[in-house]
């Protein structure tokens, strides 16, 4: 019922920036907490940067700031702000919305997007 679509990812020289952005689409009644998560092979995947609706934000990544998480309520939209960029960064980075309200409907809900690869050269 509920799609996140990943987007902006691709192959990036270390030291550069990238921003992701993840669409949420479906009968939407209110996001809750939308994150960033992160998966490299052989990993598990990890969380990089969640907020919540009111634009609270946590940064799970040791080197803060070279992430920054926003989003957008309105256009049910998160981004991720990737900046001097490593070669560690890369990976296939989910967005996740936490918290779903649908429309007419009881509970909450999580749902994952698909990823988009993030890759990082020297």
């Known amino acids: 019922q509920v799609q996140l679509v990943e987007s902006g990812g691709g192959l990036v020289q270390a030291g550069g920036s990238l921003r992701l952005s993840c669409i949420a689409s479906g009968s939407i009644f209110r996001l809750n907490t939308m994150g960033w998560y992160r998966q490299s092979p052989g990993n598990q995947r990890e969380l990089v940067a969640t907020i919540t609706s009111d634009g609270t934000t946590f940064y799970a990544d040791s080197e803060k700031g070279r992430f920054t998480v926003s989003r957008d309520n309105a256009k049910n939209t998160a981004y991720l702000q990737i900046d001097r960029l490593k070669l560690e960064d890369t990976a296939v980075y989910y967005c996740?919305?936490?918290?779903?309200?649908?429309?007419?409907?009881?509970?909450?809900?999580?749902?994952w997007g698909q990823g988009t690869q993030v890759t990082v050269s020297s």
């Open positions: 996740n919305a936490d918290g779903v309200i649908l429309n007419g409907r009881r509970g909450v809900y999580n749902y």
